[in-house]
C-alpha cells in the first residue's frame, strides 16, 4: 500500500461497515430447471404441429436439454432461489436494507444516500430504485419542512454493475460529498430468463444485498483511487444481450413475449473463450499494476458467480502468477444473482472477512465489461442475512 | 466562488469543452399527436362494442381529448422529433458523439470513460449503452494487446439523470480519476408513451446530446463539490411511473403491451402542485445555499423542460427571490427528451453560453426526484447540433 501512487486524490478513506444478503425462500432444484426446459421444449413441438411443421431437429432440441449432472459438472450450481410473483428487485433490495437498519447502529436519518446497482429494474423509466428504496427504509424527504439533501442513482453495467457502484460510491465518500451511503446490488434475475435456451436457464437467480460504506480516515482506508480498474469492449457487446423490450426492438407482438425474446441471451462458449483468459490474465494483472500490488498480496478473492467451473480456470491462471488466497463464493447454492453475487458470496463467508486480508473483487460479463476493486480489511465488518 | 466552503476535496476542476445534440428529423406536430389519440380512442371504443361494453363515459374519453391550442397553452409545446423505427437510443447518442468526435480535437483514444444517461436503454439488462458506444466511436478495447483501462457506467434517475450524471463525471474528473469523459443525455421517450393518455403523449420527444467533460486546474473549474444538490422522494414514486414491464411487475400478456401498461404514466396535476413549489422556493434555495450563492448571482437557468408552462411558475418564483438571468430552453420544438432536455437547451443557445456567465441546471421529475448543479462559464464551449 505505501507503493501506492497518489496521482488521484481523497479527503476520506472509505470502509464497508456491513453487508446484508437476502434469498427468496423458494428453492429451485436443477431438476426442476431440467423439467421446466422439457415442458418448453414439447410446448414449442405441439405448436409447430398445430401450423404444420415438423418437430424440432436434433441440433434446436440441443438447447433444452441438461440435467443435474450437466449444471454440476459445466456450471457448478445446485440450486438457485426465485422471488415470489409480485416480489420485485425493489423488494429484495429493501429486504437486506431493512434488515441492516434494525440490526445494526446506523440510523435511517444518517443515510446520505443511495447507489442502487440492478440490471431489473422494478419499473422502466421510472420511479428509480433508489428513490423507492429512501422510501422503504423510512429516510424522510422532509426535515422540519425543508428538502433534505440526499443522493440517489440507478446504475448498471451489467454483470460488472456491483463493483462499478463501489467505485461511485468510493467517489462520493472519499472526497467527502456523503459520509454514509447504501450500496445496493439486487436483481430479480428469475424474470430475465429465456426458458427456450438453457444458457441463462440454467444459472439465474435472485437475491438482493446492501453494503453500508462509510468514511474514514485515509489512513484507515480500504481502497484507494489506484484500486479500481475497469475494461469495456462494446464490440462484443451481443455475447450477453436481450434481443427485444428496449429501445432498440421494442415489443412489437404477443410472440415477442410467448418466445422470450425480451429475455436474456448468452454465448456461452465466446464468454468463456474471452473472459477466463482476460480475467485470469492481462485484466488482473493491469488492475494489480496499477495499485502497485501483486498477485501473492492477495488473501481473498470473490469473483463475480456465473459459473463456478469458468471461475475455477480463473483462480487456476492467478495460480499460477502467485496467487494463494482463499476464493470466497456461493457454492452455487444461489445461481448467478448478477449485481448482487459478489456481496452475496462475501455475506455467506463472514468468518473469512478478517482484519488486515487484502482482497481481489473481480466482477465481468456483458458488454463486454471487467471492473475489479483491490482492497484491505482494516475493520470488522458486520455481516447479515436473511437466507 | 471565493466564499465555496471547502468542506470538499478535489485535485482538478472540470470544464465542460464541448456539447453535442442530435434529434432525428421526423417532426412530429401537436396536430399529429391529437389525432393519434383520437384514433386510439375509437379503437378503444370499437374494442369495448365488440366485447358488448358500452362506450368510453365522458370522464374516460377526456385523457383522450387534446389539440394543438391545448398542448400551447398548458404545455407550451409545438412539435417534437420521433426516432425512426430501428433506432434506438444507441443511435441518437452515437450521432451526437460522432458529430463530436469528427468536429473537434478530441480524439477517439483519448476518451478515458463514457457515463451514459437514458431512462430508455436500448437493451434491458445487458449490453449496457455505454459500452456499445465505446464501439461505435471506434475506441479499442485493447492497445498493443493489453486491456485499456476505460470507465463505463449506464445510470438512470429518472427525468433528474443528466445532472445526476454530471456529478458523477465530476467525481471521476476532480478526483483525477480520469481526464476525458463523455457524458449522453440520450432518450428515445417516443416508444414509452401511452397512447390512450395524453399526459406523456403530448410532451416526450426523442434526443441524443453528448457533454464532453475534461479536466482543469481547479482555479478554472466550472463547478464546486459543494455545486451539486440533490433530493428525493420516494413516497411520491407513483406520480411518473410504469406500471408494467420492470421487474415489479413483468409483461405477462399481449394486452399488457397493447393496453400500454408498460408505457409511462404521469399524474401531471401531482406533479405541478409537488414540483413548482419545491423547485421554485426551497430546492432551489438550498442548492443556492450550500454553494454560498444567491438567486441575483445567476446569469443563465436551464430547467428540465417537461412543460414550458410549468417552468414559467418555477421561473417566476426564482425571480421573486432576485433572480434576473436568461432562460435557456428548447422552445417546445422538441418535446419533454428527458436525459437530453437540458444539454439539448444550452445547444440550441450557444450564443448565450458566453465566458462569465454563472448558471443554474435543474432536472427533477419522476421518483420524485431534483438533480441541481450551480456553476460558472470559464472557457470556450463548442457547440455542435444536427437538428
Same mark, same amino acid.
Given at each position: ?109 444518517? /443515510? ?131 434481443? /427485444? ?141 436473511? /437466507?
Amino acid at each position: 500500500m505505501e507503493n501506492e501512487p497518489d496521482t488521484a486524490m481523497r479527503r476520506y478513506g472509505m470502509r464497508i461497515a456491513a453487508i446484508s444478503a437476502y434469498a427468496p425462500r423458494n428453492r429451485i432444484s436443477n431438476r426442476r430447471i431440467a423439467a421446466r426446459l422439457r415442458f418448453e421444449r414439447m410446448r414449442v413441438n405441439a405448436d409447430r404441429r398445430r401450423h404444420g411443421l415438423g418437430p424440432l431437429q436434433t441440433k434446436e432440441k440441443k438447447v433444452y436439454a441438461t440435467s443435474d449432472r450437466w449444471i454440476q459438472r459445466f456450471i457448478g450450481f445446485k440450486e438457485r432461489r426465485f422471488a415470489a410473483e409480485g416480489e420485485g428487485t425493489i423488494d429484495l433490495a429493501a429486504r437486506a436494507a431493512l434488515l441492516l437498519l434494525n440490526e445494526t447502529d446506523l440510523k435511517a436519518s444518517a /443515510v446520505d444516500g443511495i447507489v442502487f446497482g440492478s440490471v431489473t429494474p422494478s419499473y422502466l423509466s421510472s420511479p428509480p430504485d433508489s428513490a423507492l428504496l429512501q422510501d422503504r427504509l423510512g429516510i424522510l424527504p422532509f426535515d422540519g419542512g425543508q428538502p433534505r439533501e440526499f443522493y440517489c442513482i440507478d446504475s448498471s453495467l451489467a454483470c460488472s454493475t456491483w463493483v462499478a457502484c463501489l467505485r461511485q460510491a468510493y467517489l462520493l465518500i472519499s472526497s467527502g460529498a456523503v459520509r454514509n451511503l447504501l450500496v445496493i446490488g439486487a436483481d430479480k434475475m428469475s424474470d430475465a430468463i429465456n426458458w427456450q435456451d438453457r444458457a441463462f436457464a440454467t444459472v439465474l437467480g435472485d437475491a438482493g444485498t446492501v453494503a453500508w460504506c462509510t468514511a474514514v480516515p485515509v489512513e484507515e482506508d480500504w481502497f484507494g483511487p489506484e484500486q479500481f480498474w475497469s475494461w469495456a469492449s462494446g464490440r462484443d457487446g451481443d455475447i450477453i444481450s436481450t434481443p /427485444v423490450g428496449g429501445s432498440k426492438s421494442p415489443i412489437h407482438s404477443l410472440s415477442d413475449v410467448t418466445d422470450y425474446r425480451n429475455r436474456l441471451t448468452m454465448d456461452g462458449a465466446m464468454v468463456k473463450e474471452l473472459i477466463v483468459p482476460l480475467v485470469g490474465g492481462p485484466a488482473a494483472k493491469a488492475a494489480l499494476r496499477k495499485a502497485g500490488w501483486t498477485m501473492d498480496m492477495l488473501d481473498l478473492a470473490a469473483l463475480h458467480e456465473a459459473n463456478l467451473v469458468l471461475n475455477q480456470s480463473i483462480v487456476e491462471q492467478w495460480s499460477g502468477s502467485g496467487f494463494h488466497g482463499k476464493v470466497l463464493d456461493a457454492g452455487g447454492m444461489f445461481g448467478n444473482t448478477t449485481t448482487a453475487s459478489i456481496p452475496l458470496a462475501l455475506a455467506l463467508n463472514a468468518d473469512a472477512l478478517n482484519v488486515g486480508s487484502r482482497f481481489i473483487w473481480a466482477a465481468f460479463g456483458g458488454g463486454l465489461t471487467v471492473s475489479i476493486v483491490l482492497g484491505q480489511i482494516r475493520h470488522d465488518v458486520r455481516v447479515l442475512t436473511a /437466507v
